[in-house]
T-cell receptor
């Protein structure tokens, strides 16, 4: 596609449930990033992939959060045992070749945990 | 954690006026970028300035960087209602660190 695509755009779930958020980056972009944005705040870094491997996962808040990119293209962010504090917009971005260049962002997946 | 701190948090101006937003950061950086975000949308890259550059222009945008003061400013000249958005600065510390974003400035341009 022409841009970064994220699905679902909106997800409402109950506390304790498992959630998957998907990101399809721009074709040919080797680097993929996940950020989380709470209301009125800037994006907060979660994890960065270069190809299939996680180059930096220092932003993942705890072991309930996990992300994969098995074929070096599409990535899935997985959240286990969701908590109300996980409610936020999860943003995915890609770049041509990795740090520190321009990031191309998707529209985000808004997660609401009831 | 958030490295950059934008100032002001919110800014309201009339169409045609200039808008200036500032960003301060705490540690030495490799590059600084500015992004724009319309309400409910993703972020869009505006401009990147390297640590050895002092000023860059792109259309109606002018970015300055003062590494001695650890600060940057974004100037939007002749603002338009369509410039209404949140603006974020983002920094990286080295070529191997991810971008760290500030909290943003919410700009409202009134027609």
């Amino acid at each position: 596609g022409a841009g970064v695509s994220q699905t679902p755009s909106n997800k409402v779930t109950e506390k304790g449930k498992y959630v998957e958020l998907r990101c399809d980056p721009i074709s040919g972009h080797t680097a993929l990033y996940w950020y989380r944005q709470s209301l009125g705040q800037g994006p907060e870094f979660l994890i960065y992939f270069q190809g299939t491997g996680a180059a930096d996962d220092s932003g993942l808040p705890n072991d309930r959060f996990f992300a994969v990119r098995p074929e070096g293209s599409v990535s899935t962010l997985k959240i286990q045992r969701t908590e109300r504090g996980d409610s936020a917009v999860y943003l995915c971005a890609s770049s041509v070749s990795g740090l520190p260049g321009e990031l191309f962002f998707g529209e985000g997946s808004r997660l609401t945990v009831l | 954690s958030q490295q950059g701190e934008e100032d002001p948090q919110a800014l309201s101006i009339q169409e045609g006026e200039n808008a200036t937003m500032n960003c301060s950061y705490k540690t030495s950086i490799n590059n600084l970028q500015w992004y724009r975000q319309n309400s409910g949308r993703g972020l869009v890259h505006l401009i990147l300035i390297r640590s050895n550059e002092r000023e860059k222009h792109s259309g109606r945008l002018r970015v300055t960087l003062d590494t001695s003061k650890k600060s940057s400013s974004l100037l939007i000249t002749a603002s338009r209602a369509a410039d209404t958005a949140s603006y974020f600065c983002a920094t990286d510390f080295s070529g191997n660190t991810p971008l760290v974003f500030g909290k943003g400035t919410r700009l409202s341009v009134i027609a």
